[in-house]
């Protein structure tokens, strides 16, 4: 079945009024899309079942799948992966088919689904150590060495990564993630409205590209750096993670735990580092 040309876009025209002091002008804008997508899950001899929606901008949605999987655990390896796909589900409205996708396994999740999935909210009901408890049970180890920045170099990554911002510089309105080499080049970008959703299309692209572990790669991330956003860092092995603003105390406790370097407050030739300062040269 095809599906129709109805596909949510990343962006959608409207029309606004604009008010400056006195003077007031009608005029075309453009906001970034925000739209559910549901991640099903199946494999050989069990039915698709849906495993959390999101709400996210449109666009790189199997990246997005397949990171989603990732940062949880769920799914460490493409090769674990016989198809991403759309939604064909008559019953559903064209344009709802491009909110959901299917992601078939080889075999079945080495964790099964569980009540903790659902809607993709804040965490709540669990404090900071039962939540890095989780993450060590879950196999995660101290990450290796990894690379050792340039200040210079740190510092010149968000200038890179805002040019790589078409979205924003339409809009004004989306978060963004961006894989770095060691040297400073850009691997990938992604834009999202959660900056979750940016980290865990960057981490899907890693991972359909059969990049994974990430041990010589620096992510950033536009706004602050939370636990969640470290959580994925972690899962794909990335050691390095910067932000333009401030961490939680959680996402500190999580590097510091596992090692990884966590840099905030990215502006210009100014940061603070957190954890792990051997990581950058004097």
Same mark, same amino acid.
């Given at each position: 079945?095809?599906?129709?040309?109805?596909?949510?876009?990343?962006?959608?025209?409207?029309?606004?009024?604009?008010?400056?002091?006195?003077?007031?002008?009608?005029?075309?804008?453009?906001?970034?899309?925000?739209?559910?997508?549901?991640?099903?899950?199946?494999?050989?001899?069990?039915?698709?079942?849906?495993?959390?929606?999101?709400?996210?901008?449109?666009?790189?949605?199997?990246?997005?799948?397949?990171?989603?999987?990732?940062?949880?655990?769920?799914?460490?390896?493409?090769?674990?992966?016989?198809?991403?796909?759309?939604?064909?589900?008559?019953?559903?409205?064209?344009?709802?088919?491009?909110?959901?996708?299917?992601?078939?396994?080889?075999?079945?999740?080495?964790?099964?689904?569980?009540?903790?999935?659902?809607?993709?909210?804040?965490?709540?009901?669990?404090?900071?150590?039962?939540?890095?408890?989780?993450?060590?049970?879950?196999?995660?180890?101290?990450?290796?060495?990894?690379?050792?920045? $340039?200040?210079?170099?740190?510092? !010149? *990554?968000?200038? /890179?990564?805002?040019?790589?911002? &078409?979205?924003?510089?339409? #809009?004004? %309105?989306?978060?963004?993630?961006?894989?770095?080499?060691?040297?400073?080049?850009?691997?990938?970008?992604?834009?999202?409205?959660?900056?979750?959703?940016?980290? $865990?299309?960057?981490?899907?692209? !890693? *991972?359909?590209? /059969?990049?994974?572990?990430?041990? &010589?790669?620096?992510?950033? #991330?536009? %706004?602050?750096?939370?636990?969640?956003?470290?959580?994925?860092?972690?899962?794909?092995?990335?050691?390095?993670?910067?932000?333009?603003?401030?961490?939680?105390?959680?996402?500190?406790?999580?590097? !510091?735990?596992?090692?990884?370097?966590?840099?905030?407050?990215?502006?210009?030739?100014?940061?603070?580092?957190?954890?792990?300062?051997?990581?950058?040269?004097?």
């Amino acid at each position: 079945m095809s599906l129709s040309a109805r596909r949510p876009g990343s962006t959608v025209r409207v029309r606004v009024q604009e008010v400056d002091g006195s003077s007031v002008r009608h005029r075309d804008d453009v906001v970034a899309t925000e739209e559910p997508l549901e991640i099903r899950v199946g494999w050989p001899g069990t039915p698709p079942r849906s495993l959390v929606v999101t709400m996210r901008t449109p666009g790189a949605d199997f990246e997005l799948a397949a990171g989603f999987l990732n940062s949880e655990g769920l799914l460490p390896s493409a090769d674990d992966v016989v198809r991403l796909a759309y939604c064909t589900d008559p019953t559903l409205r064209a344009e709802q088919r491009y909110n959901v996708v299917t992601v078939d396994l080889a075999r079945p999740l080495r964790e099964q689904p569980t009540a903790r999935y659902g809607a993709a909210t804040s965490a709540c009901g669990v404090c900071g150590k039962e939540s890095l408890d989780e993450l060590e049970l879950r196999g995660c180890h101290p990450l290796p060495p990894g690379p050792v920045l $340039d200040p210079a170099t740190l510092c !010149a *990554l968000p200038d /890179r990564l805002r040019a790589a911002q &078409d979205l924003f510089s339409r #809009t004004g %309105g989306l978060h963004a993630a961006g894989l770095f080499s060691a040297d400073g080049q850009l691997l990938r970008a992604r834009e999202d409205v959660g900056r979750h959703n940016a980290v $865990d299309k960057v981490v899907g692209w !890693a *991972l359909l590209e /059969r990049r994974l572990p990430l041990t &010589d790669h620096v992510l950033v #991330t536009s %706004g602050r750096a939370g636990y969640e956003i470290c959580q994925k860092a972690l899962a794909a092995g990335i050691p390095f993670v910067a932000a333009v603003g401030a961490p939680s105390s959680l996402a500190v406790d999580l590097a !510091a735990t596992f090692g990884m370097t966590l840099v905030g407050f990215l502006r210009g030739e100014r940061y603070v580092v957190y954890t792990r300062p051997d990581r950058l040269s004097d």
